[in-house]
């Protein structure tokens, strides 16, 4: 498994759009993601970033652990890409770039991106991509809670907007 590895390739769907597709250990750029989604016909990029919160339901947490089965989740990222691309057409730049390891709180876990002429479909589609990434990448987290104990969770198995 190369975590790590940052994915660019050409959309199948609509030639000459840049995407890229990251699973890494290092930490997130808002920076770069933003500038990986920009184009010169875009009228709007909007970008989602995740963070390590300080509690779940009340109860407090000290840190997240994140696996991934990288290449799956890589596949499952570029199957979102196409479906915003049959979904909004205008797309022209889809970013998803997620982390694993052990995340402190205030850390970035996952950076997703969408750049597009207009902004309605540009936010659209980045609703999307987070939460179909969220139910379909093969992707856990372990939540370390403050008294010691932790678990963990497939980030596919919130149903919950709130609990993940």
Same mark, same amino acid.
């Given at each position: 498994?190369?975590?790590?590895?940052?994915?660019?390739?050409?959309?199948? $769907?609509?030639?000459?759009?840049?995407?890229?597709?990251?699973?890494?250990?290092?930490?997130?750029? !808002?920076?770069? =993601?933003?500038?990986?989604?920009?184009?010169?016909?875009?009228?709007? =990029? $909007?970008?989602?970033?995740?963070?390590?919160?300080?509690?779940?339901?009340?109860?407090?947490?000290?840190?997240?652990?994140?696996?991934?089965?990288?290449?799956?989740? !890589?596949?499952?990222?570029?199957?979102?890409?196409?479906?915003?691309?049959?979904? *909004?057409?205008?797309?022209?730049?889809? =970013?998803?770039?997620?982390? $694993?390891?052990? !995340?402190?709180?205030?850390?970035?876990? =996952?950076?997703?991106?969408?750049?597009?002429?207009?902004?309605?479909?540009?936010?659209?589609?980045?609703?999307?991509?987070?939460?179909?990434?969220?139910?379909?990448?093969?992707? *856990?987290?372990?939540?370390? *809670?403050?008294?010691?104990?932790?678990? *963990? $969770?497939?980030?596919?198995?919130?149903?919950?907007?709130?609990?993940?």
């Amino acid at each position: 498994m190369n975590l790590g590895a940052t994915t660019a390739l050409e959309s199948p $769907v609509k030639s000459g759009d840049l995407d890229s597709f990251a699973i890494t250990f290092a930490p997130l750029s !808002l920076e770069e =993601v933003y500038q990986l989604a920009d184009d010169p016909a875009n009228g709007a =990029v $909007v970008v989602m970033s995740g963070t390590v919160r300080n509690q779940t339901d009340g109860k407090p947490v000290v840190a997240l652990e994140y696996q991934a089965y990288e290449p799956m989740a !890589l596949e499952i990222f570029r199957k979102i890409a196409q479906e915003i691309r049959k979904t *909004w057409s205008d797309a022209n730049r889809v =970013v998803i770039h997620h982390r $694993v390891g052990r !995340l402190k709180i205030g850390e970035i876990s =996952v950076l997703v991106a969408v750049g597009c002429p207009h902004r309605g479909e540009a936010f659209a589609a980045c609703k999307y991509a987070i939460d179909t990434l969220k139910h379909n990448a093969p992707i *856990w987290k372990k939540e370390h *809670w403050q008294d010691g104990s932790s678990s *963990w $969770v497939s980030i596919g198995a919130c149903e919950s907007p709130g609990n993940c």
